[in-house]
C-alpha cells in the first residue's frame, strides 16, 4: 500500500466497519486534491491499524435463495451470519455498482430496508451502509434488499465483520455477493413499465396461467379437500392506474380477491377507470388448483394493448389462504425498440395482500390493522408457514404466466406496415420457433384449419388445435394448443386459392350384414383448406349397397345402421351410453328379427368435483339452554366463498347436550286424607286429616309443609247424665284396646273398624343417585262388621332415597 493511502479497491472495507471498529483506528485523511467532494462519503480513505484476516470461512453474507442474478426493482433478504461457535460484535454491509470506487452517490446500488431497528440501523456518516445498532455478541443478521431499476449492471454486496480485535473483510467470496441484472427470456420486453410507449398500431396478446401449486410441488401442509385457484381478473391499462404494486396498499377490490377470491369489487373497480383501461382480462376459477393439462387446459384469455394502454396487471387468489396471491404488475409490452414484445414468461411466487395476519393456509381470519403494504412471501416469514424454510432457501414457485403477442393491427413504427403475406411470414417465423416442442410435452396432430372469420376481402383468421395429451415435467411450460393466422375471404388472394387437397380414399368398411343387403361406407378427410378461407365442398363419405350370400335364410332380416351414441348419462364421473337401428325388412318367413336393435356401453365423463365451501372457522359454543340440569348449547359458522360458486352443503351449525349442577328438588306431598271423625260423640272435640311426604326436598329446594291438620268439631249437646255415661263406656272401650293391643303379635297394627297387617320392607331405591324412591305398605288382615269401606283401607308410605349427586 502507498503512502498516498489504500487503494480504492479497499476504500468500502478501510470506510465502512462499524461503530465497534472505529474506536480500533486512527484516520488519517487523503490530501486535498483526493478529498474534495468525496470527503463526507462512504470512500473518505482510513488507514487502518488492527489485525486483518482475508478468506475466513466462518462468516457469510447469503442472499435469500442464492440468486445469480436479480430482477431490477425486486425484493431480496440479506442475510449476514456466523458459523457456530463463532460470532461478531459489529458489521457493515453494504451495495455498490461492479467498477465503482464509492465517491459518488450514483455508485451505490439500490436501497436497503431496517428489518429490526434494535439490530440494525443506518451509518450515520454513510447513509447507504446498514451497521449495527448496539455493538453486542450475534450470530446472525438481517436487512431488506431493493435491486436498482433496469439499465444498472452487476452489483456487489460487500460485507465487514468486527470480531474483538479483528476485521474480517474480502473482495471475492463468503462476504462478498455479486450479482448481475436478470435479462429478459425473450429480449422484447422491459423488466420495469417504460415512462413513455413509442410503438404503433395494437397489439393483441394471449395470456395463459400455468398452475403448479400442488400437493407434489409443496407438501407442507398442503390444504387437500379445498384447494384452488380464485377466478383471474386483470386488465391492460395506462401508466395511470395501478392493480396493485409492491410497497403499495391493497384497495377493496384487490382485498375482495385476497380474502374471498371474489374479483367483482375488483372488476368494478376497473371498470370505473375509463378510458385508462384497454381490455379486462378475466379467467374462470380453478378447483382444485392443479391438474394435468390432458385433463383440464391451462385457462387463457386475450387482451389488447396500445401506445397508451400498454401495460398488463392481473392477479388470483391462491385459496384457502389468508389473504395470498400470485400475478403481475403493470407489465410493460412496448419495447424500447418502438415494437411490441413477442413473448414474455414469468414465474410466479405469492405475496401478501396485507389486510389479514394469517400464517398458514387455513388461518383463522385475523384483520390486519392497520394496513400493511402489498410485499413478496419470503422463505423465513413464520415457522408455521408453508414456505418456511430455515436456511431462507427461495420460494418454489407456484405457478407460471405466459403472455405471447397473436396479432398486430394498423401501421407499426419498426416494421414494414401490415400486408397478408407480412403477417404470415411472421407468424410462421413464430411456429417454426414453436415447432422447437420440449421432449416432455406430447400433442396430438394438428387439426385443420376452420373457416376463415371473414367472409370479404377484410383481414380475418382462421384457428386450429392440437391436444396436449401428457406434460412429463411440469417445470417445462408447453407450446399452447391452439394456434391462429391471418386469412382473408374467398376470391381475395392473386392465385386460385379455392382448391381443396383431399387424403385418399380409406377402404371399404364391412358390410352391415352378414346375411343379405346391407350398406358399406368409406371415408377421407381435408389435407389443406383453400387457402381463400373458403368452404371445401369435396364429399369426405361414401356409402353403396352390399350383399352378403344372397341365398340367405328366410328368417333373416335387414336392418339399418347404427345410429349415433346418446349423450352420457352422467355429467361427470361413469355413466352409461346407447344407440338404436331399426329392422329395415323383417324375415320373410315372419319370425322374429334376431338382430340387435339397441346397444348400451359405459361411458366415462371428466372426474367429478364438488365445489368445496370456504367457511370461517367455529364460533365460541354458546350458553347452555338452561340454568341448571340438562340443556343444549349451538356454535355456528359462516359462508365466505362467493354464492356464485355454488351451494354449500356443509353444516353451519352444530348443537350439543350441556349439563350444568342439579336443579333444586322440592318436597313432593301426597294428596290429603279425607277429615276424620270428630273424636267427641257430643260436645266439643276435633277431627283431622293428614298427608304423607312422597319425595324429600333436593340440592335446596323448598322443604316440606305440614302433614297433618286438626279442626274444631262439634256434635250436638251433652246431657248430664247421658255425658257421663257415655264418658264412662268411652273410658271402657279404651281400656279394652290397651288389653287386646297388649296381646297382639309385635309389628301388627290397628286401624279403626279393622286389623292390620305389619308394615312391609322397604322396596329398592328407583335410582342408584341423584334422588330416587322407595316405598312399603300395610294391608288390611281383618275388616270388623262395623267398620266403613271409607276408614278401613289398605295404606302406603313413601320416602326419599339416593339423594347423592351423580
Request: aromatic share 6%.
Amino acid at each position: 500500500m502507498s503512502a498516498a493511502g489504500p487503494h480504492p479497491r479497499v476504500l468500502l472495507l478501510l470506510c465502512l466497519f462499524s461503530s465497534a471498529a472505529c474506536n480500533m483506528f486512527a484516520f488519517t485523511e487523503e490530501p486535498s486534491e483526493r478529498v474534495g467532494k468525496a470527503d463526507g462519503y462512504c470512500s473518505r480513505i482510513l488507514r487502518a491499524q488492527s489485525n486483518r484476516k482475508d478468506g475466513n470461512s466462518e462468516f457469510r453474507l447469503r442472499v435469500e435463495g442464492d440468486p445469480e442474478s436479480y430482477h431490477p426493482g425486486s425484493t431480496y433478504r440479506v442475510t449476514l451470519s456466523a458459523t457456530s461457535p463463532s460470532y461478531f460484535r459489529g458489521f457493515t454491509v453494504i451495495a455498490l455498482r461492479e467498477g465503482a470506487e464509492g465517491d459518488k452517490d450514483e455508485d451505490y446500488a439500490g436501497n436497503f430496508q431496517i428489518i429490526d431497528e434494535e439490530e440494525t440501523q443506518f451509518m450515520t456518516n454513510c447513509p447507504p451502509a446498514v451497521t449495527e445498532s448496539t455493538p453486542r455478541r450475534r450470530t446472525t443478521i438481517q436487512v431488506f434488499w431493493t435491486a436498482p431499476p433496469s439499465g444498472s449492471g452487476c452489483v456487489l454486496l460487500k460485507a465487514s465483520i468486527v470480531q474483538k480485535r479483528i476485521i474480517y473483510f474480502q473482495d471475492e467470496g463468503a462476504l462478498t455477493k455479486r450479482m448481475c441484472e436478470k435479462e429478459s427470456l425473450y429480449g422484447d420486453a422491459t423488466d420495469k413499465p417504460l415512462l413513455d410507449c413509442c410503438a404503433c398500431g395494437t397489439a393483441k396478446y394471449r395470456v395463459t396461467f400455468y398452475g403448479n401449486w400442488s400437493e407434489k410441488t409443496h407438501p407442507k401442509d398442503y390444504p387437500r379437500r379445498a384447494n384452488h385457484w380464485s377466478a383471474i381478473i386483470g386488465s391492460s391499462h395506462s401508466k395511470n392506474y395501478v392493480l396493485w404494486e409492491y410497497g403499495g396498499f391493497s384497495s377493496e377490490g384487490v382485498k375482495q380477491v385476497a380474502e374471498l377470491g371474489s374479483p367483482v369489487k375488483m372488476e368494478e373497480e376497473i371498470r370505473q377507470k375509463g378510458d385508462d383501461v384497454l381490455t379486462v382480462i378475466k379467467m374462470k376459477a380453478q378447483w382444485p388448483a392443479w391438474q394435468p393439462l390432458n385433463v383440464r387446459a391451462a385457462p387463457s384469455a386475450e387482451f389488447s394493448v396500445d401506445r397508451s394502454r400498454h401495460l398488463m396487471s392481473f392477479l388470483t387468489m391462491l385459496g384457502p389462504s389468508p389473504d395470498w396471491n400470485v400475478g403481475l404488475s403493470a407489465e410493460d409490452l412496448c419495447t424500447k425498440e418502438c415494437g411490441w414484445a413477442q413473448k414474455v414468461v414469468q414465474d410466479l411466487i405469492p405475496w401478501d395482500a396485507g389486510t389479514d395476519s394469517g400464517v398458514s393456509y387455513e388461518s383463522p381470519n385475523k384483520p390486519t390493522s392497520p394496513q400493511d403494504k402489498i410485499r413478496p412471501l419470503t422463505s423465513l416469514d413464520h415457522p408455521q408457514s408453508p414456505f418456511y424454510d430455515p436456511e431462507g432457501g427461495a420460494i418454489t414457485p407456484v405457478a407460471r404466466v405466459m403472455v405471447e403477442r397473436i396479432a398486430r393491427k394498423g401501421e407499426q413504427c419498426n416494421i414494414v406496415p401490415d400486408n397478408v403475406d407480412d403477417i404470415v411470414a411472421d407468424i410462421a417465423q413464430e411456429e417454426k420457433e414453436e415447432d422447437d416442442t420440449p421432449e416432455t410435452c406430447i400433442y396430438s396432430n394438428w387439426s385443420p384449419w376452420s373457416v376463415c372469420s371473414s367472409a370479404t376481402c377484410e383481414k380475418g383468421k382462421r384457428m386450429r388445435q392440437r391436444m396436449l395429451k401428457a406434460q412429463l415435467d411440469l417445470s417445462v411450460p408447453c407450446p399452447h394448443t391452439q394456434d391462429f393466422e391471418p386469412c382473408m375471404g374467398p376470391g381475395c388472394s392473386d392465385e386460385d386459392a379455392s382448391t381443396c387437397m383431399m387424403s385418399e380414399w380409406i377402404n371399404w368398411s364391412p358390410c352391415s350384414m352378414s346375411c343379405g343387403a346391407g350398406t358399406r361406407s368409406r371415408e377421407r378427410y381435408v389435407k389443406q383448406f383453400p387457402d381463400d378461407g373458403s368452404v371445401c365442398t369435396l364429399p369426405t363419405e361414401e356409402t353403396e349397397n352390399c350383399v352378403i350370400n344372397e341365398e340367405c335364410s328366410p328368417s333373416s332380416c335387414l336392418v339399418t345402421e347404427w345410429g349415433e351414441w346418446d349423450v352420457c348419462s352422467a355429467t361427470c364421473g361413469l355413466g352409461m351410453k346407447r344407440r338404436e337401428r331399426m329392422v329395415q325388412m323383417p324375415p320373410a318367413d315372419g319370425s322374429i328379427c334376431g338382430a340387435e336393435v339397441l346397444e348400451v356401453e359405459k361411458c366415462m365423463m371428466p372426474e367429478c368435483h364438488t365445489i368445496p365451501c370456504m367457511l370461517t372457522p367455529w364460533s365460541d359454543w354458546s350458553d347452555c339452554s338452561v340454568t341448571c340440569g340438562k340443556g343444549l348449547r349451538t356454535r355456528q359458522r359462516m359462508l365466505k366463498s362467493p354464492v356464485e360458486l355454488g351451494e354449500c352443503t356443509e353444516e353451519l351449525e352444530q348443537v350439543e347436550k350441556c349439563m350444568l349442577p342439579e336443579c333444586p328438588i322440592d318436597c313432593v306431598m301426597s294428596e290429603w286424607t279425607e277429615w276424620s271423625e270428630c273424636n267427641k260423640s257430643c260436645g266439643k272435640g276435633h277431627t283431622i286429616r293428614t298427608r304423607m311426604v312422597m319425595l324429600e326436598p333436593q340440592f335446596g329446594g323448598d322443604p316440606c309443609p305440614e302433614t297433618i291438620q286438626r279442626k274444631k268439631c262439634k256434635i250436638r249437646k251433652c246431657n248430664r247424665g247421658q255425658g257421663n255415661s257415655d264418658e264412662k263406656k268411652r273410658r271402657k272401650e279404651q281400656r279394652e284396646k290397651r288389653r287386646s293391643k297388649q296381646g297382639r303379635t309385635e309389628g301388627t297394627s290397628e286401624h279403626p273398624g279393622c286389623r292390620m297387617r305389619p308394615w312391609s320392607s322397604w322396596t329398592e331405591c328407583t335410582k342408584p343417585c341423584g334422588g330416587g324412591i322407595q316405598e312399603r305398605l300395610m294391608t288390611v288382615k281383618q275388616r270388623f262388621k262395623t267398620a266403613q269401606l271409607s276408614s278401613c283401607k289398605d295404606r302406603k308410605e313413601i320416602r326419599a332415597c339416593n339423594v347423592h349427586p351423580c
